[in-house]
């Protein structure tokens, strides 16, 4: 019932057409990994997916870095993870390349207080308890908050849990802050009251995240990894045009009130782009952020885990659009 939804829903607003040439059907599923409410749910909004579900095999996460486990373990060929995830996977040795990028608006991760938390900013949170999981874009958003005020990574105490754990901690008190990203801090911020004391786009962080595929699936399933980008920054591209048919379909299927919704589009406006120079020194930007910090400690060029030759089947997706 939710999926004939998610297709009447994209029918009000125009289904996108892909006028592309077949890809030969594989002998196997290609793996997608996905996070909750993520690349699936605005494909399928955009029809985009009707004539390849059948080649999917998806798989759904609570966070990246059970994400980038599953690539590392050959669970998946390929999923879409945040920069700061992409990063330490890479940095650990991990097989991957990231073969898209997209890029969002800054204000939806965030570091969040409670509406009745006396702190105003960052500068209260000083010795205070933070809940992010460990290797997420939220963790990144600290580090570079910490950096920001020239503080040591001991300033604060870090918590590291998982999203359903994290939101039980700042929801109860047992930590007093919570970084984190969309849909949790639009879910936050409209349904509890939260405040966001920074975000990264105040600090001028790049808002990256990465399609990252196994080195051995870009070789053996490059068809099938071009089709699926160009299909997923065609989604992309339809969900920006239509936010609030999109607002909709998207929190029908994932039970959120949509206003929730409606926030979290309006201000990410998410786009799939190539990679191009422009990426790859904000990818440099994180890695240095990192190296500093001391969690990566082995030299990592952003131009040798960031494979350019796909960008023509984004730019074929975004003019599809």
């Given at each position: 019932m939710l999926q004939r939804r998610t297709f009447l829903a994209a029918g009000t607003a125009g289904l996108l057409t892909?006028?592309?040439?077949?890809?030969?059907?594989?002998?196997?599923?290609?793996?997608?990994?996905?996070?909750?409410?993520?690349?699936?749910?605005?494909?399928?909004?955009?029809?985009?997916?009707?004539?390849?579900?059948?080649?999917?095999?998806?798989?759904?996460f609570p966070a990246a870095a059970p994400l980038v486990e599953a690539l590392n373990a050959d669970a998946i060929d390929t999923g879409l993870v945040g920069d700061a995830p992409f990063t330490f996977g890479a940095a650990a040795g991990v097989p991957i390349k990231a073969i898209a990028a997209t890029r969002?608006?800054?204000e939806g991760l965030a570091i969040l207080v409670p509406k009745n938390s006396p702190a105003q900013s960052f500068a209260d949170l000083?010795?205070?308890?933070?809940?992010?999981?460990?290797?997420?874009?939220?963790?990144?958003?600290?580090l570079a908050a910490?950096?920001?005020?020239?503080?040591?990574?001991?300033?604060?105490?870090?918590?590291?849990?998982?999203?359903?754990?994290?939101?039980?901690?700042y929801s109860s008190g047992a930590v007093e802050a919570w970084s984190t990203w969309e849909p949790y801090v639009s879910q936050e911020e409209v349904l509890a009251g939260s405040r966001a004391v920074v975000d990264s786009g105040a600090l001028k962080m790049a808002r990256l995240s990465f399609q990252a595929a196994r080195e051995d699936?870009?070789?053996?399933?490059?068809?099938?990894?071009a089709d699926f980008v160009r299909r997923l920054a065609a989604a992309r591209a339809w969900a920006n045009d239509n936010i609030p048919s999109y607002a909709n379909t998207w929190a029908g299927l994932m039970n959120i009130p949509e206003p929730v919704?409606?926030?979290?589009?309006?201000?990410?406006?998410?786009?799939?782009?190539?990679?191009d120079d422009a990426v790859?020194?904000?990818?440099?930007?994180?890695?240095?952020?990192y190296t500093r910090a001391k969690l990566v400690r082995?030299?990592?060029?952003?131009?040798?885990?960031?494979?350019?030759?796909?960008?023509?089947a984004i730019q074929a997706g975004l003019k599809a659009s």
């Open positions: 892909l006028a592309a040439p077949r890809i030969l059907r594989a002998e196997t599923p290609l793996r997608v990994g996905d996070q909750r409410g993520n690349a699936r749910a605005v494909m399928q909004a955009a029809g985009v997916l009707k004539e390849i579900e059948h080649r999917i095999t998806w798989s759904e969002e608006g800054g000083r010795g205070k308890r933070i809940a992010t999981g460990r290797g997420s874009i939220g963790h990144q958003l600290i910490l950096e920001h005020a020239g503080w040591p990574q001991d300033a604060v105490e870090f918590v590291f849990l998982l999203p359903s754990d994290a939101k039980a901690a699936a870009i070789k053996a399933r490059r068809p099938e990894l919704a409606q926030r979290w589009f309006e201000r990410a406006r998410t786009r799939v782009v190539p990679i790859v020194r904000d990818e440099q930007w994180n890695i240095d952020l082995r030299p990592v060029k952003a131009a040798d885990i960031l494979d350019r030759s796909f960008n023509d």
